[in-house]
């Protein structure tokens, strides 16, 4: 009986410290440079046709190159975010790091995880000059580039749906003024002026971000991105608030637009099955209402316009916000042979002529210059020159807000634009919960 | 087994059976108690998850308990937990002892309404969403005007559909713990209560709910301390919002850890948590008297 015993124990034992210890082990373990020694790794998004662009890239790159390879692990949008973060944390980070720039990015420099590629950019003056130059300010943190802007450029859009506005018989909005007029106009037809995925907050955002540029003009935000103490009381920041708030109340927003979330679409739905007139968005959006409205970028029923002037606003009506582009930087904790690898890729890898086309081909304006003739002889010639257009002519470009600032900073101003919109902050205490948290 | 085969056979018996815990203990102690001390420990420090961590005192635990957020993301826990509790506990009941019944239809239900135990909450939580959809959801598309509310964009009907969601998805489980309890009722008790001249729902206050008195605790206690860690359907449908009309403990930790880059505050609502959960267990366990192991037919 007792043999019995011991030997079970022996047993369970046997059985449970080998598990135990291959369970602590996948906490450690993991993509990292301590893979195959020879090859750089790097992680990007997955989601078609984009994902197929960049690792067509790499394959190419990987296919003609003699000095290493590149390994690509793909993630989808929201997991990425939260697994790179924890992925640098943990010192395991991969040898080039797809990201925003912006705060984020200037997150990693202030830890170290990032390399300055200014000496690299300076020896290679053709990577950096084929480039739009506005592409490298979310790049550059204290002067310094860390990152290698690619890809494409997205500024948001103001689109619209031309049936709806020739059934109502009105015109697209000039100012500001327009918009507030047209309002009653559609919502006496019972369609929602505007489609809203609120939910998704940063959806809420870009109606800021052009009200402050239109009104105050870039000063306002770039006040903020600085650090100044008090910036979000700029008279021009109370007016956009008061402003979008006044829009809300009018009922400018589709019915329930706080529980839509813009990843399921439901907001891109909205414009092209005609239940909303206009929508801002990003420039991505052309590409989701051609493949999933059916005949209405075909048969010429989205409209597209930048956002127009408000009366007595300081902003240039051609000043833009968005996405300059996205950006690759290099884990400072990976090998020197990887470095090298991911410098080669860099500068003979990234949008070469067929990474260029393919970008075009998917509705999206790649960061590279001299597209243009590309650009006129693709499917959606007249979007993309649109969007060519406002990119190379913006006297200011601005990022992206949550992706400008710190993760700190973005999530309680998400925070508060999600209660702006919800009515349940006044102007004044939104800039009063936003200054408490400049320059963290 | 309990053959005794002499004072050595029982000396090693004594000798061995706490190794056999061993394996349990090694896990216990790497997956919870580990962690637990990092969380602690962490909660004294400011870090952003990417770069080095620098202790700094009770900065983060002064920053937590300032915080007008923390308060209110305490209230709606323990809103969602008593709704919840409050809705749940009778229904389960009920349909526990109902479907204890030994005909064939209610074994035939039973199985029907462990339907919703086999989904995950994530796919629950996008199911939902998809049908609450304002414009495109189950009001539009059956054109019935009382169905296609802002569900999840006001603050208390968002509360409600949480609420709702959560009691469809665990009451099954629940009824079937009361099943089980409702079943090792004996026969006895209710065919002397008969003799006495008790109807049925006599017979359900002064014998069925007495009797499942300990099953009440085990699914309270798992009631209460599961909807202190509601996450991952809260996350999907609502993300915490209307503003933070559903932004639970749990949630308000992610979105500081992982969306604000803030380890240290998270840390310290994370012990916030724990601190909670045990008490509340403590206190069910009190509740339920020191003994119980006490026999539940005394008496009868």
Known sequence: ?440 | MSTPTGSTGRRDRRGILPWLAVPALLFFVGFAVVPLVGVLLLSFTTWDGIGGIHPSGLTSWRAVLTDPGLPHALWVTFLVMAVSWAVQTPASILLGTFLAGRQRYRAVLSLVYFVPLLLSSAAIAVAYKALLDPNFGLGAGLGTEWLSKDWLGRPWLAFGVVVFIVSWQFIPFHSLIYQGGVQQIPRSLYEAAALDGAGRIRQFFSITLPQLKYTIITSSTLMVIGSLTFFDLIFVLTEGGPGDATRVLALDMYKRGFQANLMGPASAIAVVLVLMGLAIALLLRRLGGRDAGESQLEGA
């Open chain 1, 1 to 440: 009986m007792a043999i019995h015993l011991s030997r079970r124990t022996l047993l369970g034992l046997a059985a449970g410290i080998p598990a135990s210890a291959a369970l602590a082990a996948c906490g450690s373990s993991g993509p990292g440079k301590d893979g195959d020694g020879g090859a750089a790794t790097y992680w990007h998004l997955s989601g078609q046709p984009q994902e197929g662009v960049r690792t067509g890239a790499v394959e190419r790159f990987n296919e003609a190159g003699s000095k290493g390879r590149i390994e690509v692990t793909t993630f989808e949008n929201d997991a990425y975010k939260t697994k790179i973060k924890t992925a640098i944390g943990a010192g395991k980070a991969p040898t080039i790091i797809w990201g925003w720039g912006g705060g984020t990015l200037r997150s990693y420099v202030r830890a170290g995880q990032v390399d300055d590629l200014t000496p690299w950019f300076d020896r290679n003056p053709e990577v950096k000059n084929r480039l739009f130059p506005s592409s490298f300010g979310a790049a550059t943190v204290d002067g310094k580039i860390y990152a290698m802007p690619f890809e494409s450029v997205e500024p948001i859009v103001l689109f619209y749906n031309k049936r709806v506005f020739d059934d109502v018989g009105v015109e697209p909005p000039q100012s500001w003024d327009d918009i507030m007029a047209l309002v009653p106009r559609f919502n006496a037809e019972g369609i929602a002026p505007f489609s809203l995925g609120g939910q998704s907050r940063w959806t809420n955002m870009m109606w800021l971000e052009f009200l402050f540029d239109r009104i105050g003009g870039p000063e306002v935000f770039q006040a903020v991105f600085d650090g100044e103490k008090d910036a979000w009381s700029h008279p021009a920041a109370i007016d956009a608030l008061t402003k979008v708030q006044d829009l809300i109340k009018a009922d400018g927003f589709i019915k329930g637009f706080s529980s839509i979330t813009a990843d399921s679409n439901a907001d891109q739905a909205l414009l092209y099955t005609g239940k909303a007139a206009m929508m801002l968005h990003g420039s991505w959006s052309y590409g989701i209402q051609q493949t999933e409205g059916g005949d209405f970028v075909s048969g010429d029923g989205l409209g597209f316009m930048n956002f127009p002037p408000v009366e007595g606003g300081k902003g240039d009506p051609g000043n833009s916000v968005g996405n300059p582009a996205q950006y690759l930087s290099i884990s400072s904790k990976a090998t020197a042979e990887q470095k090298e690898i991911a410098k080669d890729f860099f500068a003979t890898g990234v949008l070469g002529d067929q990474e260029v086309k393919e970008w075009i081909d998917t509705g999206a304006v790649p960061i590279a210059k001299g597209s243009e003739k590309l650009l006129a002889e693709s499917e959606g010639a007249e979007f993309l020159q649109f969007v060519y257009g406002i990119a190379s002519n913006a006297k200011t470009f601005g990022q992206s807000w949550d992706q400008a600032l710190s993760p700190t900073a973005a999530e309680t101003l998400l925070d508060n634009i999600a209660r702006l919109f919800q009515l349940s902050v006044s102007p004044q205490q939104f800039t009063d919960n936003l200054n408490e948290v400049i320059g963290k």
